[in-house]
């Protein structure tokens, strides 16, 4: 998944996405486009969209220079709102595009949720991951389709390679693990495990030591 950031939408591909904090609802930011406002304070207007956290709302948009798809959802409020909430929105997201077989998200990304985008990174890289390993037909279908481009829409300075890097590090060492729990025993066993606790050692220039069974019934471990 390639993630990056813009000033402004430029992208008229996939999927647009619009989050809105309560306290927002009727004085909605200045990034989002007239269309996507509009239509936002028609459905406050009708009581339709509260803006609670993880409410959301797909559709379709009629506007040039846009995607022609569009995702509201509810951030809650902007007092509550933290890391692991803005990982959950993250796979939320990611999770919605992939069902409606959208593999480019353009995502606004308003001032209140720079501080946690690190999580939100994550939550998109988790929503990612699939186990076909052991598949042999890899052709991809509703949840199982990925997200290609992830575009965060911005004006604001932050540090958004190094929020990026670590949510990628963090995600490629959990999707490895899920891997490892989600293969069948007679695939990973102890020589498996061995195999690539050595490997992941030499890559990474540590010490390794893996006791055997002599070695660990002289440490009386049974």
């Not at 000033?7 to 996507?36: D, H």
Request: proline share 2%; aromatic share 10%.
């Amino acid at each position: 998944m390639k993630i990056q950031t813009q000033k402004k939408i430029s992208s008229k591909k996939g999927v647009l996405v619009a989050p809105v904090f309560m306290e927002n609802l009727k004085n909605l930011s200045t990034a989002f486009p007239e269309k996507v406002k509009e239509f936002i304070l028609n459905l406050v207007k009708e009581k339709e969209f509260k803006a609670k956290k993880g409410e959301v709302i797909y559709t379709y948009l009629q506007a040039e220079n846009l995607p022609h798809k569009l995702l509201i959802v509810g951030l809650g409020s902007s007092e509550k709102y933290n890391g692991n909430i803005s990982r959950r929105i993250g796979a939320k997201i990611s999770k919605i595009a992939k069902q409606h077989k959208n593999n480019e998200i353009t995502l606004i990304l308003i001032d209140e949720m720079i501080a946690s985008v690190k999580e939100l990174l994550e939550g998109f890289h988790f929503a990612q991951y699939k186990f076909d390993f052991f598949k042999t037909s890899k052709k991809e279908n509703g949840l199982h389709k990925s997200i290609d481009i992830l575009e965060l829409i911005t004006d604001k300075k932050f540090d958004f390679e190094g929020s990026s890097k670590k949510a990628q590090m963090l995600a490629e060492g959990m999707n490895f693990t899920k891997d490892l729990i989600n293969s069948p025993s007679n695939y990973v066993d102890a020589k498996h495990l061995t195999r690539e606790a050595r490997k992941i050692a030499k890559d990474n220039r540590y010490e390794i030591e893996v006791f055997g069974k002599k070695e660990l019934e002289k440490m009386g471990w049974g």
